[in-house]
């Protein structure tokens, strides 16, 4: 069976009970530092998107893609940035999460 063929029986894409707590304790730390404000997630047949905002109805300031398809190409996990600007793709997920933890530390002069 073709991965073309699995699309189409398979549901949508969504992230997992361990996937989305990883997930959201990034999402609190940021919400905690004031960074961000609000979030939403979407399941596609393609990807599951966890997308998180500055302020409400913006444009998403980034967003976490679960692609399935691309599990064994350049990694299932990407950071999109504004703009369309992947920040970090990979294999496993806390691995791509860490393209935040660059963003806890501020210049204090």
Known sequence: MSDAADAQQAGP???????????LRVY???VAAGEWRDYAMVGHREVAEFAVFRRSGDAPAYRIEKRPAL???????AVIGEGGMVLRRGRELPQVLRVFDSRRFTVVE
């Open 13 to 23: 894409i969504f992230f997992d009970r361990r996937e989305l707590d990883q997930i």
């Open 71 to 77: 599990r064994l190409k350049q990694g299932q996990w």
């Open 28 to 30: 609190g730390r940021m």
